[in-house]
């Protein structure tokens, strides 16, 4: 690995942890199901579905793209402002889930502690197969 690769890895791993930090003051609190979230019956109710380690959440799969892009444009303003609105947000690890739908390495869940329905990266989650 080139001393390139060595400052891009490390610059990637610092502004996730950054991000992370930021996160950590700026969540929302955690809310009941919001109108249109109710409606949508989990896939997988039966299975214990959980977080498997801090990710980030997002209201809409647009909101999730955006926070992607802004990530890869280093555009820390952006991310921090993403979350800032309440449009996405830190998933804690063990959180339980249920599964609701899945769209090319991102999938949109719903938290059981409270109903919230975010979108994230297939890789947050740990889902139980029968």
């Not at 791993?13 to 989990?42: I, K, Y």
């Not at 999730?64 to 303003?77: K, P, Q």
Request: with cysteine; hydrophobic share 40%.
């Amino acid at each position: 690995m080139t001393e390139r690769d060595q400052n891009a890895v490390l610059f990637a791993a610092l502004t996730l942890a950054v991000f992370v930090v930021v996160l950590g003051f700026c969540v929302p609190a955690a809310r009941g199901p919001q109108p249109n979230e109710s409606d949508e019956t989990p896939r997988s109710s039966t299975r214990r579905n959980y977080i498997v380690s801090e990710h980030i959440g997002c209201r809409t799969r647009e909101d999730l793209n955006e926070l992607t892009n802004a990530s890869i444009d280093e555009n820390r303003a952006a991310m921090r402002a993403l979350v800032a609105s309440g449009r996405c947000s830190v998933l804690l690890t063990g959180t339980a889930i249920s599964l609701i739908d899945t769209d090319w390495g991102a999938v949109k869940i719903r938290l059981l502690d409270s109903g919230r329905v975010v979108w994230t990266y297939r890789e947050a989650i740990h889902e139980e197969r029968e």
